[in-house]
């Protein structure tokens, strides 16, 4: 019931749509009524054309109205002309009637998509404010299939709300007045066999809403899969594991279809009971009524076919209301799924009222640790480092020391869980996450492009792109060298993760992307490390020259890339080890001397 309540919640942004398609299934339900009750003056007409008949007994007072002025129309103008004026009704009861219908359907449009797009947009604002340490945890396959998939779900489980609050309920509440009216006797006969049908229906759906939370958490391994293999396609085909990737997909391809079958086996098992439980019903009516008429004893023949008519429309709506009730099930198993990533905690909130950040002096991490979800040893164990405008500081140390930690820290996409992050002294944490980060520009081991044009990627999708900065920084990042050389230059198109270019081309890209907004820091992790010899020399030489006048912070595993910085921090298990100029610890002969002769015993 809880699911029901937020599923109408989504439905009430849409009130003028709503208050139209109630409107219009109303007036699409009577209208219905009406071109079914009509059969019971056509019948009249037919079999009673000389009016004589006589109306009584237990026939309800305004269908004796009804049939009487019906009877004295035929008796003046004749069965011919009386047949064709209800036939011409019935027409004109039928155009209305499927324009009312389409005004119906039209209205719904508007709330199911409207809807899912305003469901996939809280949905993908939830996610660029979620942490980056979210996406480290959950399979990129599972959120796209939550987006996909389980919003469709969530878009009929819209109309499935629709049908059980509006539509088929009006239909069958008119239907059941009119047969009260018609009947109450044979109406309250009826009914007895309707709550079976219900029963068997609702414990159906039940069962139903488990098998199809089920069957979404396995579809999102399967896209997961999927997603997977794509994305290290070199590498399958490298190792030749084209086999056992495809083993793998097999089986979770297998266990999807056949925990699908199983959910679809009891969905459609309602629409098939409830229909034999109503045309069971009308079999036993026919029984019973038919006697009664053969006797003389209840309604009139062409009463009782009407009642038949009018009966037999209500198993339609019924059934629309059983098929709702599995969408709202469904529904409601994708809702939860949606929850999940709605809910799930953003651990770099938003200051309530952020506090304007500048750079001016220095940018400071005071007694920082850190370590990561699920994780035992700290990334960060009382960390402190001070970096000066102007300064470039170079964080060196083996794998899993901590320097990538620190640049995450800086451009706030984590906070420490003790000690402070500062910048001109003010805690990052008072300040809103995007003026901190326009403070920073960042270029990663991996450039991470996207699948645009080289323009796109450098101004990184800004709607007001300048080009002429866009050229000025990638002249800067050595980056025209190959821009000039592309077939449309900075319109040309680079592929699925910048895959038409070299790595080291990719990386210079990246760099520009980095200084498009001109940021005062530049935090460079590993920018050089997965290249070659000339590729290193290429992008070393970017990187020293938009290193003039800024502050950076170098990361770095080759350590002839760090000579020339300011300072050099020796990081070991989260904590600095040695700190000073290239010269001073060589001289020292520690950590640094023994990891340069390493280094140059390797080369």
Same mark, same amino acid.
């Given at each position: 019931?809880?699911?029901?309540?937020?599923?109408? !919640?989504?439905?009430?942004?849409?009130?003028?749509?709503?208050?139209?398609?109630?409107? /219009?299934?109303?007036?699409?339900?009577?209208?219905?009524?009406?071109? #079914?009750?009509?059969?019971?003056?056509?019948?009249?007409?037919?079999?009673?054309?000389?009016?004589?008949?006589?109306? !009584?007994?237990?026939?309800?007072?305004? /269908?004796?109205?009804?049939?009487?002025?019906?009877? =004295?129309?035929?008796?003046?103008?004749?069965?011919? =002309?009386?047949?064709?004026?209800?036939?011409?009704?019935?027409?004109?009861?039928?155009?209305?009637?499927?324009?009312?219908?389409?005004?119906?359907?039209?209205?719904?449009?508007?709330?199911? %998509?409207?809807?899912?797009?305003?469901?996939?947009?809280?949905?993908?604002?939830?996610?660029?404010?979620?942490?980056?340490?979210?996406?480290?945890?959950?399979?990129?396959?599972?959120?796209?299939?939550?987006?996909?998939?389980?919003?469709?779900?969530?878009?009929?489980?819209?109309?499935?709300?629709?049908?059980?609050?509006?539509?088929?309920?009006?239909?069958?509440?008119?239907?059941?007045? %009119?047969?009260?009216?018609?009947?109450?006797?044979?109406?309250?006969?009826?009914?007895?066999?309707?709550?079976?049908?219900?029963?068997?229906?609702?414990?159906?759906?039940?069962?139903?809403?488990?098998?199809?939370?089920?069957?979404?958490?396995?579809?999102?391994?399967?896209?997961?899969?999927?997603?997977?293999?794509?994305?290290?396609?070199?590498?399958?085909?490298?190792?030749?594991?084209?086999?056992?990737?495809?083993?793998?997909?097999?089986?979770?391809?297998?266990?999807?279809?056949?925990?699908?079958?199983?959910?679809?086996?009891?969905?459609?098992?309602?629409?098939?009971?409830?229909?034999?439980?109503?045309?069971?019903?009308?079999?036993?009516?026919?029984?019973?009524?038919?006697?009664?008429?053969?006797?003389?004893?209840?309604?009139?023949?062409?009463?009782?076919?009407?009642?038949?008519?009018?009966?037999?429309?209500?198993?339609?709506? +019924?059934?629309?209301?059983?098929?709702?009730? #599995?969408?709202?099930?469904?529904?409601?198993?994708?809702?939860?799924?949606?929850?999940?990533?709605?809910?799930?905690?953003?651990?770099?909130?938003?200051?309530?009222?952020?506090?304007?950040?500048?750079?001016?002096?220095?940018?400071?991490?005071?007694?920082?640790?850190?370590?990561?979800?699920?994780?035992?040893?700290?990334?960060?164990? !009382?960390?402190?480092?001070?970096?000066?405008?102007?300064?470039?500081?170079?964080?060196?140390?083996?794998?899993?020391?901590?320097?990538?930690?620190?640049?995450?820290?800086?451009?706030?996409?984590?906070?420490?869980? =003790?000690?402070?992050?500062?910048?001109?002294?003010?805690?990052?944490?008072?300040?809103?996450?995007?003026?901190?980060?326009?403070?920073?520009?960042?270029? @990663?081991?991996?450039?991470?492009?996207?699948?645009? @044009?080289?323009?796109?990627?450098?101004?990184?999708?800004?709607?007001?792109?300048?080009?002429?900065?866009?050229? @000025?920084? +990638?002249?800067?990042?050595?980056?025209?060298? #190959?821009?000039?050389?592309?077939?449309?230059?900075?319109?040309? %198109?680079?592929?699925?993760?910048?895959?038409?270019?070299? !790595?080291?081309?990719?990386?210079?890209? +990246?760099?520009?992307?980095?200084?498009?907004?001109?940021?005062?820091?530049?935090?460079?992790?590993?920018? %050089?490390?997965?290249?070659?010899?000339?590729?290193?020399?290429?992008? =070393?030489?970017?990187?020293?020259?938009?290193?003039?006048?800024?502050?950076?912070?170098?990361?770095?595993?080759?350590?002839?890339?760090?000579?020339?910085?300011?300072?050099?921090?020796?990081?070991?298990?989260?904590?600095?080890?040695?700190?000073?100029?290239?010269?001073?610890?060589?001289?020292?002969?520690?950590?640094?001397?023994?990891?340069?002769?390493?280094?140059?015993?390797?080369?």
């Amino acid at each position: 019931m809880r699911r029901f309540k937020d599923l109408f !919640g989504l439905v009430l942004r849409y009130r003028l749509n709503l208050i139209g398609n109630i409107v /219009f299934n109303a007036l699409g339900s009577v209208l219905s009524l009406f071109t #079914f009750l009509a059969i019971v003056p056509f019948l009249r007409i037919l079999f009673r054309t000389d009016g004589s008949a006589e109306t !009584g007994g237990s026939t309800p007072a305004v /269908f004796d109205r009804v049939t009487s002025a019906l009877d =004295q129309y035929v008796a003046a103008n004749g069965s011919e =002309q009386a047949l064709l004026v209800m036939c011409g009704a019935i027409a004109v009861l039928a155009l209305i009637k499927n324009a009312v219908t389409y005004l119906s359907f039209y209205s719904l449009a508007t709330i199911r %998509t409207g809807v899912a797009r305003d469901m996939r947009s809280q949905l993908f604002d939830r996610i660029l404010a979620l942490p980056v340490g979210y996406f480290t945890e959950q399979r990129k396959g599972d959120l796209i299939s939550r987006m996909t998939n389980d919003l469709m779900e969530v878009e009929f489980s819209v109309i499935g709300t629709l049908e059980v609050l509006f539509k088929a309920p009006i239909m069958i509440v008119l239907s059941l007045v %009119t047969l009260f009216a018609i009947s109450w006797e044979l109406t309250l006969f009826a009914l007895v066999f309707m709550p079976v049908s219900g029963f068997i229906i609702s414990r159906i759906a039940t069962a139903l809403r488990g098998a199809a939370g089920r069957g979404k958490a396995r579809l999102g391994d399967l896209i997961s899969r999927l997603e997977e293999t794509l994305g290290a396609m070199m590498v399958v085909k490298a190792f030749d594991a084209a086999p056992r990737f495809r083993g793998r997909f097999a089986e979770h391809n297998e266990g999807y279809f056949q925990l699908m079958r199983k959910l679809y086996k009891r969905e459609y098992l309602s629409s098939p009971v409830s229909e034999f439980v109503s045309m069971t019903v009308i079999a036993i009516l026919l029984a019973v009524g038919g006697r009664l008429v053969l006797s003389g004893e209840g309604l009139e023949g062409e009463l009782f076919i009407g009642y038949l008519v009018v009966f037999s429309q209500i198993i339609p709506p +019924a059934r629309s209301l059983s098929d709702a009730i #599995f969408k709202v099930q469904k529904g409601a198993a994708s809702l939860d799924r949606l929850d999940e990533v709605l809910q799930a905690e953003v651990t770099v909130a938003e200051p309530a009222v952020p506090v304007p950040v500048d750079f001016q002096d220095e940018v400071r991490l005071d007694e920082v640790s850190f370590r990561y979800a699920g994780a035992s040893e700290w990334a960060l164990d !009382g960390f402190s480092l001070t970096v000066k405008k102007g300064e470039t500081v170079a964080l060196v140390g083996p794998s899993g020391s901590g320097k990538t930690t620190v640049a995450r820290l800086l451009l706030r996409l984590y906070d420490p869980e =003790q000690g402070h992050v500062r910048m001109d002294g003010l805690d990052l944490r008072e300040a809103a996450t995007g003026a901190v980060r326009s403070k920073i520009g960042f270029v @990663t081991q991996d450039p991470l492009l996207f699948n645009d @044009t080289v323009a796109a990627n450098i101004a990184l999708f800004d709607e007001g792109l300048d080009a002429e900065r866009v050229q @000025t920084v +990638a002249e800067i990042a050595h980056a025209m060298e #190959f821009i000039d050389q592309l077939p449309e230059r900075f319109e040309t %198109t680079i592929g699925d993760g910048g895959g038409r270019l070299s !790595g080291g081309q990719r990386q210079r890209l +990246a760099i520009a992307r980095a200084l498009y907004h001109d940021p005062p820091i530049l935090v460079l992790d590993e920018a %050089t490390s997965a290249l070659d010899a000339e590729g290193e020399r290429l992008v =070393q030489a970017a990187i020293e020259r938009v290193m003039e006048d800024r502050t950076a912070v170098v990361i770095a595993h080759r350590l002839s890339t760090v000579r020339r910085a300011d300072r050099i921090i020796v990081m070991e298990c989260g904590r600095i080890a040695e700190s000073g100029s290239h010269e001073e610890l060589m001289a020292a002969k520690g950590v640094y001397h023994g990891m340069v002769a390493l280094q140059q015993l390797e080369g």
